[in-house]
């Protein structure tokens, strides 16, 4: 971890609404640059604009103090948050936001990683995502209609999620702590160094696990596709196994 030292941290709290298919959140990105040259400003892709949903933000802050962001590329994908002062090589800056996804409700561009259909609500790519400073610049330009859109760097998440009591939550890491009270529940989870965070619920999920060294594998579904399932997990925990005997265990483990 001493290695990491200016790895991205995200700090993310969500409600999400089942009924109306929304996720309210607010989150703050600890950002270091770890490039060799300023940054006068940090881009944020908007993922759900181009999945068919959309995300609107609101109350961005830079160290506490209030800036205006500026919207680019097709459908307003990408965020640019302006600094008052460059960011010199090694610093960090502190950028707060507050955001509301809108989740479509069918299965079109987003492959159903972004959707709710069958009473699950599938969350990938669902709030401002770092976009990647590397030799080209910023990687900014909006993905291809086909595969994966995102390309992240690796990045700590600390995310707090409140949904329904009746909702079975299936998320990237480890849990931390789980409440509930009136009906409603609340999950910390945590995971790092990883390139995104993923979330899905649904009422109808149960899950099998299989645990290979100090890690536990999860794999969620509805009861009826439970076989496909402990088969998904199955495969998951097999080179899990060979990886840990011909390089060395795996780093993220369940506590």
Known sequence: LDALSNTTLYEINVDINTQNAFVT???????????DTELSEVYFHLFPNLLSGSIDVSN????GNAVEPILEEAFDSVMRVPLETPLAPGNSVTIGMDFVTAVPQQLERNYGVFAQVDDIMALSHFYPMVAVYDDEGWNIAP?????????????????TVTTD????????????????????????LAIGPARDFYLAISPRYEVVSHTVGETTINSYAPAEFMDG????AAFAAHPLHLFNRLFEPYPITTP
């Open 60 to 63: 961005v802050t830079v160290d």
């Open 143 to 159: 993905a291809s209609e086909q595969g994966d859109p995102t390309y992240g760097d690796a990045a700590f998440y600390h995310v």
């Open 229 to 232: 399932a402990a088969a998904a």
């Open 25 to 35: 959140g607010s989150q703050t990105v600890v950002y270091t640059n770890d490039e």
């Open 165 to 188: 009591e009746e909702q079975v939550v299936a998320g990237s890491g480890v849990a931390l702590s789980e409440t509930s009270a009136d009906g409603q529940q609340t999950i910390e």
